[in-house]
Every structure is written in C-alpha cells, then in structure tokens.
C-alpha cells in the first residue's frame, strides 16, 4: 500500500469547474491502474473514472462521461480528475485509489490503497 494525497476540491457553482489532484510517492501509477470514486453523504462510495497504467485506457462513470477526465504524469505519481460543467449531484468526498491491477477498473474491490478524499460542492 502506499499513501496518497488529494487536493483541489473546493465549492463551485453549477456550470463551474474544477481539477483535483492525487499525489503519492514510488510510483505507484506507472506499475498500476488508478481510479477516483466519490462518496455522497448517506450514500455509498461509488466509481468515477478510471486509468489504465500504461495511461492508454480510460473508463468513466455514465454519470460523469463527457464532463470529466482522468489523467496522470509521467512520473508515476500523480494523477488527476478535471471536472466541467458540475452539477449538484457531483457534490461528493472525492478518493482517488491505486489498483492492484494495470487495466481500468470500476470495483473498489481491486483497490488497496486510498486517499483521505478532498470535498467537492457543488451549489446552484
């Protein structure tokens, strides 16, 4: 497991946009998948968006498909979610996770480590 730090939440209007962060250390990302999932309040953690290691693959939530984009660097310890055009229902605690698999994945099954999330509001 290694640990992670999110960062760039904040509180936004509908229609506004914003782009978080996920940093780590030993380059976690360049060896495996990683993923952002958010978790409302009185809901359960649920996928957002997905990449592969080599960074080729992508996977996205319906909800969220054509309104954010998950990338990473290089170096294989950061990653990012840009997120445009948010609505109120992407209010959320956003997590970012590394997979224990290369390929994108929706199932917070093939996670093992986690951030402590970065809180996104979204107002309208």
């Known amino acids: 497991q290694v640990q992670l730090v999110e960062s760039g939440g904040g509180a936004v209007q509908a229609g506004g946009s914003l782009r978080l962060s996920c940093e780590t250390s030993?380059?976690?990302?360049?060896?495996?998948?990683m993923g952002w999932f958010r978790q409302a309040p009185g809901k359960e953690r649920e996928f957002v968006a997905s990449?592969?290691?080599?960074?080729?693959?992508?996977f996205y939530a319906n909800s969220v498909k054509g309104r954010f984009t998950i990338s990473k660097d290089n170096t294989g310890n950061t990653a990012w979610l840009q997120m445009n055009s948010l609505k109120r229902e992407d209010t959320a605690l956003y997590y970012c996770?590394?997979?224990?698999?290369?390929?994108?994945?929706?199932?917070?099954?093939?996670?093992?480590?986690w951030g402590q999330g970065t809180q996104v509001t979204v107002s309208s």
């Open positions: 990449i592969s290691r080599s960074g080729a693959g992508t």
């Open positions: 996770g590394v997979a224990i698999l290369e390929t994108p994945t929706a199932n917070p099954v093939f996670y093992n480590s």
């Open positions: 030993e380059r976690p990302f360049s060896r495996y998948a």
